[in-house]
C-alpha cells in the first residue's frame, strides 16, 4: 500500500511539475535527433537506450527503484554510454573513466553545468561553476592559486587545531558523527578562505546564516513567508551583507597585508593585479559561499564514511591508529605542529581516504548540458541535452576494481596497476559540481 501511495504521489507531482519542464527541454528537444555525418563524413547516430513514455520518459522508473538498480541495469544492456529521457529532459549517461574525463576535463567548454535557478540563487549567480569562458577560467585560476600546495602547507598547523577542538568537544558527550564533521569542514572552510583571522562574530554569524541557507537549498521553491526556501532567501541576504561588512574592512586595512596574504579572500580582493578589473563584491561574496557549499557537505560526508568503514574494521582501524601515534611521538606528543611532510607519510590513512572516497561515492553523478552538438566515439551528443558521467558506476565497476563491493585500501598500494583516470576521478567527484578540480 506504501507503494502504491509513493507511485501515485510522485506521478501526480510529475503531472504538475511537467509544464514547468517542458518549457525548458522540449525546445532543445528535438534538436539533433536525426543522423547527422561527423567530421569524416560518417553518419552520426545517437547513443543506444529507451527514451520512455512521451514527455514523461523513464522518470517512475527511476523514481520506482533503487537508482544504482536502474543505472547498472541500462549500463548491462546498453554499454557505458546510452540515452534515456528524465523529467522531460533527454539525456546521455556515461559510465566510463574516459567518457567522463572527456566530458569534465579535455572538452569541458563543450558542456555547461546545469542548475535550477532556484539553487543558483542560494548560491550567487557569479559563483566560478555557473560559468564559463574568461570569467570562468579567471576565477578558477584565482581559487586554485589560493587553495594549491603552497599555501595548504601554510594552513596543516590550523587544520590540526581545528580537529584537535572537535576532538576535545567529544569529551563526555554523545555527538553525531556527521554534524561534528560539518562544523569541523566549516571550520576548516573559514580558515582557507578567511586565513585564519576572522573575528569570532563574524564566524558565528556566517555559521547561523549558512545553516539556514543549507536546510533551505533542496526544498520546493515557494516563497510564502515561514517556509525553509523563504527563510534561506533572507538568510542569504544576510550572509550577503556580512560577507560585503568583511570585505570592506579588509580592503581598508589593504588585502593580504596583515593576513598572510595567503587566504582565498586575499587572491579574491587581488584579482586585479594582472590588469583586469577588480571584482565586485557581489562576486567575491557569491564565490565565497559558492566555496563554503563546495566544501561542506561533501568533505562531511567523505570524513562520517571515513568513520564508518574503519569502525567495521577494527584490525585498520588499529593499523592506522599506530601510522597517526608514530607521527604524533615523533612530534614529542603534541608539543611540535603537525607539518605538511608528515601528512605527506601517511601512506595507509591516504589509502584509507581513496578507497572510502570510491566505496561511498558520495557524488553519483554530475550533471552537464551540451552547448553544441558533440562527437564521442561514433555517437551524437545534441545540443541542449543532458550528460551526466556516472560515477558511482565507474567507481563500482570490477572491470576497473576488482571485487568493488569489499571496503579494501589495499588495493591502492600500486597506484600504478590501476587506471589512473579512476583514481584522479575519486578525487574531482567529491568536488565535481563546483567545476574545481577539473582541470587538465
Known amino acids: 500500500m506504501a507503494f502504491v501511495f509513493v507511485v501515485v504521489f510522485f506521478f501526480t507531482a510529475v503531472c504538475f511539475l511537467l509544464p514547468l519542464c517542458l518549457p525548458l527541454c522540449t525546445s532543445k528537444k528535438r534538436r539533433g535527433v536525426g543522423v547527422q555525418s561527423g567530421g569524416d563524413g560518417q553518419k552520426l547516430r545517437l547513443p543506444p537506450g529507451s527514451m520512455g513514455w512521451p514527455y514523461v520518459g523513464e522518470t517512475l522508473q527511476l ?35 574516459e567518457a567522463a574525463k572527456f566530458v569534465l576535463v579535455s572538452q569541458a567548454q563543450l558542456f555547461r553545468p546545469t542548475y535550477p535557478p532556484s539553487k543558483e540563487r542560494m548560491i550567487g549567480p557569479w559563483a566560478l561553476f555557473f560559468h564559463q569562458g574568461e570569467y570562468h577560467l579567471r576565477l578558477r585560476r584565482l ?30 558527550h554523545v555527538a553525531s558523527t556527521f554534524h561534528a564533521m560539518k562544523r569541523l569542514s566549516f571550520d576548516i572552510g573559514i580558515v582557507t578562505i ?25 526544498c520546493f521553491p515557494n516563497r510564502f513567508p515561514g517556509t525553509l526556501y523563504h527563510k534561506a532567501i533572507q538568510a542569504r541576504k544576510r550572509l550577503r551583507s556580512i560577507l560585503c561588512e568583511i570585505v570592506a574592512k579588509r580592503r581598508c586595512a589593504g588585502a593580504g597585508r596583515d593576513h598572510g596574504d595567503r587566504s ?9 593585479d594582472a590588469g583586469a578589473a577588480a571584482l565586485t563584491d557581489d562576486q567575491i561574496a ?22 564508518k568503514y574503519l ?28 607539518t605538511w611532510t608528515q601528512t605527506r607519510s601517511m601512506t595507509l590513512t591516504h589509502q584509507v581516504i581513496l578507497e572510502s572516497l570510491r566505496m561511498a ?23 541542449g541535452w543532458k550528460v551526466m558521467p556516472l560515477f558511482r558506476s565507474i567507481h563500482h565497476n570490477p572491470e576497473y576494481f576488482q ?4 571496503f579494501d585500501p589495499s588495493r591502492f598500494k600500486v597506484t600504478q596497476l590501476l587506471d589512473m583516470d579512476c583514481i584522479r576521478l575519486l578525487g574531482s567527484a567529491a568536488l565535481s559540481s563546483t567545476r574545481l578540480l577539473e582541470i587538465p
Open 264 to 272: 582565498l579572500l586575499d587572491g579574491l580582493l587581488r584579482s586585479n
Open 311 to 338: 569502525h567495521d574494521s577494527p584490525k585498520l582501524l588499529q593499523a592506522v591508529k599506530d601510522e597517526q601515534m608514530a607521527i604524533y611521538v615523533s612530534n614529542e606528543r603534541g608539543k611540535r605542529p603537525l
Open 403 to 406: 571485487d568493488p563491493h569489499k
Open 286 to 307: 557569491d564565490n565565497v559561499v559558492g566555496v563554503l557549499f563546495a566544501a561542506q557537505d561533501t568533505t562531511a560526508s567523505v570524513l562520517t564514511w571515513i568513520l
Open 143 to 172: 581559487v586554485h592559486g589560493t587553495l594549491g600546495p603552497d599555501v595548504l602547507r601554510t594552513l596543516v598547523p590550523d587544520i590540526a587545531a581545528a580537529v584537535s577542538s572537535t576532538l576535545g568537544a567529544w569529551d563526555g
Open 63 to 97: 523514481y520506482s527503484q533503487d537508482p544504482n538498480i536502474f543505472f547498472a541495469s541500462k549500463q548491462k544492456r546498453y554499454g557505458e554510454i546510452f540515452k534515456t529521457n528524465l523529467l522531460g529532459c533527454p539525456c546521455v549517461m556515461l559510465a566510463s573513466p
Open 361 to 383: 561515492s558520495i557524488i553519483s553523478f554530475t550533471f552537464r548540458e551540451a552547448v553544441a552538438d558533440v562527437e564521442y566515439k561514433g555517437f551524437l551528443i545534441p545540443k
Open 194 to 218: 578567511f586565513g585564519g583571522q576572522l573575528d569570532g562574530r563574524y564566524k558565528e554569524e556566517l555559521r547561523t546564516n549558512y545553516s539556514v541557507v543549507e536546510k533551505g537549498y533542496n
